[in-house]
Every structure is written in structure tokens, then in C-alpha cells.
């Protein structure tokens, strides 16, 4: 019987390890087919605290992991393919057997949807980004495009109006999904332009992005475009379906938690990082839920099982 099984390894997951290593749990992590989370994909970060220079994500995880590593965390490559709950522990499949424990920690992110493009993929981390946040910054004084027509797309524009020369709105549909009070945010900004019914049908460029061939949906016509960087900002997929019966789901399928905690409604299964996160989804969030989980898996297990 294992003390705690980590299902990720994201800052989320990872962090979950440092802490319940370093508390002598011994942890299990299930690194999945993506091992390191969506940061492996992030060429430049530069605003993880401690780590003054710019880092390329998969630098900053490794490190990370090897932090974990460092107190004992016992690592699996593989993916957890079922999860149930049977007098008071948690049964964990995968394809090299099952493993038995009293808490789970859920850490296995949210992927940000994509184009699905053949050319997004040669340009992802290269000028085509899924995260303003993270990488409005290095576009000061560029040509962006932010392709989406929801909430996030409007949010994503009005941020990046503070670095960008110019940001082009392009979405498929000649309405917006967005609430006029985002829509009002950036109607009138003279930075921004719109492309609507348009469908972004190839990135172009040469190592970095230099333009885009668009496609307007009604009439077919295709048109090219300069820019320095796309952020699609079409939505995220929560990597929740394990889950399902076990933790409550919110409507895009987010683990939902306890307030200001990381329980789920099963006690002994705690969620950490973008998983159960829709409106931060940082690294150092993640990291910071990542520890909340570690902490609450900690006293649950102390307090069930009678363990000092
Ligand atoms: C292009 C890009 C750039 C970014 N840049 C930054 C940045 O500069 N700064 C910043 O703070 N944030 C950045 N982010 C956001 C940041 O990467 C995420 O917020 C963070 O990685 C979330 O961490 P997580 O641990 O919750 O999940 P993830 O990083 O998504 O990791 C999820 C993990 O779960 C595993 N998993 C999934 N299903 C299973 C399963 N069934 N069994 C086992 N394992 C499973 C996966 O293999 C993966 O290891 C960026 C994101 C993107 C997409």
C-alpha cells in the first residue's frame, strides 16, 4: 500500500512530489505521455520566481523534477488509465499493473486547444502560442494575432494592446461569443483590427512566424497576412475524464474544490494546477496548488490512517 499517488508531471504534480517527499510519504508520480506538462513547449520563461534569467521551459521542469527526485519521489512513465475507490483506498491501473494507496493527488493539467494545422505544430513555441500571459511580452512593438471570439480571445487582445504595434482579432464566425463587457474593452482601441468570418488556414514563416494565409468562411476567399506571433485563444480541455464520478466537474469539465483547498468531494483525492484551475493557469500557480495538495493529502492520511 502506497501513501500517495501523484498523476502528472506538471509544476502542479511535481511540486506535489517535493512536498510529500520531503514529508517521508514516499510518493509515486505518474508522469504521463507528456512528460513535464505543457511548459516543455515554452522556448522562453521568464517569470517563474527564483529564476532571474530566461529559461527554456523544459529546463525549468527538469530541474524541478530533479528536485523531486532528489528526496525520493519514485517516477513511472506512464499513463494512469483507471482510478477507483475501494474500502477507503484508491486502486490505480496502468499498463504495468495495479498499485494500491490511501490519497491521490489529480495534477494532469489542461491542454490548450489548438488549430490543428499541420504548420502550427512546426511554429508551437515559435511565434504560435496557446498563453498571452506568458508570452504577450515578447512581442513588444509586433504584429500579433489572437484567433478566437470568446472571452479568453477578448482578454488575450486587450492584454496584448499593451506590448503589440497592432493585434488582429480573427474568428470564424461573424458573431462573438464574448460578453459585451469585454467586447466594449477593446471595440474602440485603435490597435486592434478585426477579421471576421475569417479561418486562419497556414502559419507562414522561416524558424519564426512572418504571416498567415486566411480563409474568409462565407465566401472562400483567401487573403495573406504580416505578423510576428498568433495566440490562439480557442479555449482549453481539462484532462478530467479519470476523474469522473470521483470529483465533482464544472461545465467545461474543471475539477471543482473545496474552498481554499484542494479537496475533491471523494476524500483522499485532492486536485492541483490547471486541472482544477480555469482562470490562472500559470506554472506557479500550479506549483502553488501543487504544494496546497501535497499539504491536505498529507493530514488526510495522518488522520485516516492513524500515521504519525
Ligand atoms: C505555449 C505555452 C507557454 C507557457 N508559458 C508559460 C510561462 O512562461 N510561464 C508560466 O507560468 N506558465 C506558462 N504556461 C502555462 C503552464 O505551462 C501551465 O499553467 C502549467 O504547465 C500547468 O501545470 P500542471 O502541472 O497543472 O499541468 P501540465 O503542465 O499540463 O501537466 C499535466 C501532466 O499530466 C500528465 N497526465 C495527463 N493525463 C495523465 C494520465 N492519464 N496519467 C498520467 N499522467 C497524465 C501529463 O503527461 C503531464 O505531465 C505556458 C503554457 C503554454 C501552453
Redesign the pocket.
Known sequence: MENVVI???????LTAAIYTARAALSPIL??????????I??TE????PGVPETIH?AVLIQDIKLQAEKFGTGFIA???QKIEKKDGCFEITAPSGIIKTKAVIA????T?RRLNIPSEEKF??RGV???AT??GAFFRDKNVVVVGGGNTAMEDAHFLTRFAKKVTIVHRRDYLRASSAEIEKIKNNPKVEWLIPYVIEEILGDGTVTGAILKNNETGEQMQIACDGIFVAIGHDP?TS?FEGLAELDDQKFIITKAKSTETKTPGLFA????MDPVY??????AGT?CMAALDAQKYIEETFDIA
Not at 498523476?7 to 504534480?13: D, E, L, N, Q
Not at 520563461?45 to 517563474?48: C, D, G, K, Q, R
Not at 495534477?107 to 489542461?110: E, I, L, M, Q, V
Request: glycine fraction near 24%.
Open positions: 498523476i502528472g508531471s506538471g509544476p502542479a504534480g505518474f508522469e504521463g505521455s507528456t512528460p513535464g506538462g505543457q511548459l513547449v515554452s520563461v521568464e517569470n517563474f521551459g506512464e499513463d494512469v495534477a494532469t493539467g489542461a490548450a508551437y513555441g502560442s496557446g498563453c506568458c508570452d484532462q479519470l492541483a494546477g490547471d486541472v493557469k500559470q506554472a506557479v500557480t500550479a501543487g
